[in-house]
Nanobody, 116 residues
Framework: QVQFVESGGGWVEPGGSLKLSCVAS????????MGWYRQAPWKQRDFVVT???????DYADTVKERFTISRDNAKKTVYLQMNSLKPEDTAVYYC??????????WGRGTQVTVSS
C-alpha cells in the first residue's frame, strides 16, 4: 500500500510563497507519474499539475507561471513551489501518483490558506 507524507502547507499572505513536499513510501518511485490536485471548500477536486517519469510537466492554466513542480527520484519526493499565491489558491492540496497501469493513489492532503 502506498503511503504519502505531505508537508509544507500553511497560511500565507497574498503574493507570498509556499513549497509543498510529498514523500512516497514505494519502490520504483521513478516509474510513477506524480502530481498535485487541490480541493477548495465546497468545490470538486481539481487538477493542478503532473510530472512524468521523464520530467515532462503539465500545468493547469490557473497556476502556470506561478507554480513549479519537481521531483527527486532518489528521495522519492515530489515538490510544488508555489509563488505569487492568491486567495483563490486556498485549498487542500493532495499529492497524486499514477502507476504505469493507470492506478491512481492520493495523499491525505495539506491545507494551504492564502489571506491577508
Amino acid at each position: 500500500q502506498v503511503q504519502f507524507v505531505e508537508s509544507g502547507g500553511g497560511w500565507v499572505e497574498p503574493g507570498g510563497s509556499l513549497k509543498l513536499s510529498c514523500v512516497a513510501s514505494i519502490s520504483l518511485f521513478g516509474s510513477f507519474v506524480m502530481g498535485w490536485y487541490r480541493q477548495a471548500p465546497w468545490k470538486q477536486r481539481d487538477f493542478v499539475v503532473t510530472i512524468t517519469t521523464g520530467g515532462n510537466t503539465d500545468y493547469a492554466d490557473t497556476v502556470k507561471e506561478r507554480f513549479t513542480i519537481s521531483r527527486d527520484n532518489a528521495k522519492k519526493t515530489v515538490y510544488l513551489q508555489m509563488n505569487s499565491l492568491k486567495p483563490e489558491d486556498t485549498a487542500v492540496y493532495y499529492c497524486y501518483m499514477r502507476s504505469p497501469l493507470g492506478n491512481s493513489h492520493w495523499g491525505r492532503g495539506t491545507q494551504v490558506t492564502v489571506s491577508s
